[in-house]
């Protein structure tokens, strides 16, 4: 039997305590309904993080016992440590699994894994969204037929300004016009990263039992294959090399 | 007449002044071989910047004027101001262009728009390098033969810790027993990076006229395409969208 | 000055002859209302070929006097010769560019470049059709803005069966809720490979303003950079190699 | 239990019949060699198939029975007949997997699925080969260290004329001076292929035991993840389209 997949789900958990609309979808926050169905996979085991925790909830243990993080935030990006960013873009690079959900594509931690803004175009009304599986034998993709609709959801538009993905798996189409690369894979380091589109707070987008299969897949996908730590080691030859000279000063090879 | 491609060297200057050996191959600093090299050519207009100037010598002002950054580093990368990092990768991703030479693979920024830790290993032995142009169509390999030898390099080998490259240019053979992805192409918001393995400041390498030739293309090749400043702004529908009248709370949908 | 570009427009032109709606659109064909364009432009030099010509208008000498060769086909793509294939095929590997429009995804010759099938889905129902400009700094995008909107355009959804491209600079949305990939790039060979979605015979596509600047900056961006043939050459040494001995039979290394 | 993989190796079978020096080192063939450390291996099962057999081993019962396809050729790629090739093609479009040993890089189905001329440059010297390990967290370094050795081998070196792979899991080091990419990863249609550089007949390259490793790797990570018949469906809209009604003619949009 192979290992669980040790999950943690990252939330600042802010709008489910202040709004009562998200609490209405949410009660007890993003990060317990994901948590909640995930667990309910066997060779899953789910935990959660919070912004409010003592280093964020992502302390260097809470990190190391952490196969795949995934993450949600919007309002308070700034607010989590500096110190914590790096700790878990280290992680990641070593070959832990990211997963980065919707509104976190301005968080700090998938700006500094991309290098890029990741910024977009947006707008709240409400509107449909399709989001046409393009990768139908990526793993991520398993068990999505040629769509995901869903009736109810923020837009957001191209230009995101990403680094070219590795692989584009999903694109949508929304109502108002516009189109998006709504599931994107990368690798950094020895890490695997998905960013997944959907999951605004103010629509019951994480009940919807395709958005689950997608981020459970995810969760296989991206857990780490590897965990190598960082090194840049001076390295013995392994061919004889004659003994260097260097040449008189100033003078071209 | 084409505009001319306004071009700024970076160096941290310091082997220059502290080591008469180096200083006997670059007397006034590696920066201003560059400089030199590049000025010759109609169409470039070279500046440099240092280290021990005020703002690390790359100013708004500087940056501002700045088509395409070249960038030296070796033992001081740390004392390069986070600040002119965080203006300098802004400027990349709005459009300049950035190459980065050697034993910037841990430079600030190099780690910065690349997200991963950029390590490598390496090897002080004086031996023979070998460069092997694997896209003679390239601009960037442009008047380049089959490989560029150089008699005696520092040695960098894989593996190297960087995002796949959108395009690699040179694959390095070393005489003790490695390989290197040794002229490595990426865009990165609107802007094009390079990153160009040869130049110990102990070898004469920049002297050497094929390398010169590649650092050329190179800036013809990172010169800006368009200058784009960041935003990420709310958009009107561009197609009649009904209004969203949210459901009963706590619905899947 | 730099040197013209040669460019060929090649067209199957049956649909022209034999339909009055298509040829109330192209009087001509579309091989020359794109000729016509293209020809304004100076730098440009355009020249056409069709189906029916000798050797379907690809001679040896047409071939070799091309820098970049344009490709409409629909209806015919099996009436294409098996040696002209080959012949622009070697041609795009030697550096000749290749622009490939519309129906022409199902073209002999795209498939042999791209090796996949290239199917897609299709609805030919007039509808509205918005192309994205996701690479606002690719040559290719120069001078378009956000995006392309045509008011009537046959529909093609993903998944499109390609490889996946150096770079989409284009992503369509249609009225109807699909989404595209319909501007892709491609280098095989020394050649550069250039899909463009646009372009159905019943509707003024290739008239659009847009559409013709795309094509044109098409055009300069696929021009060759190199012309090299294929060869597999023997190759001696550049390091002293110890004389090989082979060892006793059947022995593992 | 997870279904057994059913791997097929095809050989052309000539060399191990015409010449007493690679009968000793394989005397009943590559095919039967590498099936037989294959089969040790329990969710593998092996078969074979040659040139000579009907349909060149490869009937349509054969290929359908198929998971992976192990493609070995050397001095007969042209007799291998147009349909077969044809026939392998599509179904690693549909998801086969596909891995292509050494001199098969100019195979018939090699080329196909590349688009390019795949040549490279070659010597037959017995020199020493490191194959070094650049993705250390791909399935298929898994279990490989830093690099492989080989003491003796034929070399190819760069350019080698293929698409830019996915991704490069190896690159060699050559005695004699040359570099080349010796593990790349395609995905073609839903199948993937893998290239793998060593393997001369002449060497005992395929009794090594890493060699075996990588084989075996290879084969876990080529197998099928979907099947999908190749089709270009008419699709009905998702949302409603207005009734279109064409314009007069030849009027620009």
């Known amino acids: 039997m192979p290992a669980k997949i040790h999950v943690t789900i990252w939330n600042e958990f802010i709008h489910e305590r202040q709004d009562e609309k998200v609490r209405a979808i949410y009660p007890h926050g993003i990060h317990q309904l994901i948590a909640g169905f995930l667990s309910k996979h066997q060779g899953i085991e789910a935990r959660t993080a919070t912004l409010d925790q003592p280093e964020n909830g992502l302390t260097e243990s809470v990190v190391n ?56 175009r947006w707008r709240e009304a409400g509107e449909k969204e399709r989001l046409w599986n393009i990768e139908p034998g990526h793993p991520i993709a398993e068990g999505i037929g040629d769509y995901i609709e869903l009736p109810h959801a923020e837009m957001y538009g191209e230009r995101f300004d990403i680094p070219d993905p590795d692989k584009v798996i999903f694109i949508s189409w929304f109502e108002g016009g516009e189109v998006f690369r709504s599931g994107c894979c990368w690798e950094r380091g020895h890490g695997r990263i998905f960013y997944f589109r959907p999951g605004h707070e103010t629509y019951p987008i994480y009940h919807h039992e395709q958005i689950q299969k997608v981020i ?32 008189n000063k100033n003078k071209s090879q």
């Open 216 to 247: 459970i897949n995810a969760v296989r996908w991206a857990k780490p294959r590897v965990m190598i730590a960082d090194k840049c080691p001076m390295a013995e030859p392994l061919e004889k090399i004659p003994k260097y000279k260097p040449q």
């Open 65 to 120: 016992q952490t196969d795949v993080l995934i993450w949600w935030g919007h309002q308070a990006h700034d607010q989590v440590s500096d110190g914590v960013v790096r700790r878990v873009q280290n992680k990641v690079l070593e070959g832990m699994g990211l997963i980065v959900l919707h509104s976190a594509h301005h968080s700090k931690i998938f700006r500094a894994l991309m290098g890029t803004n990741c910024s977009l």
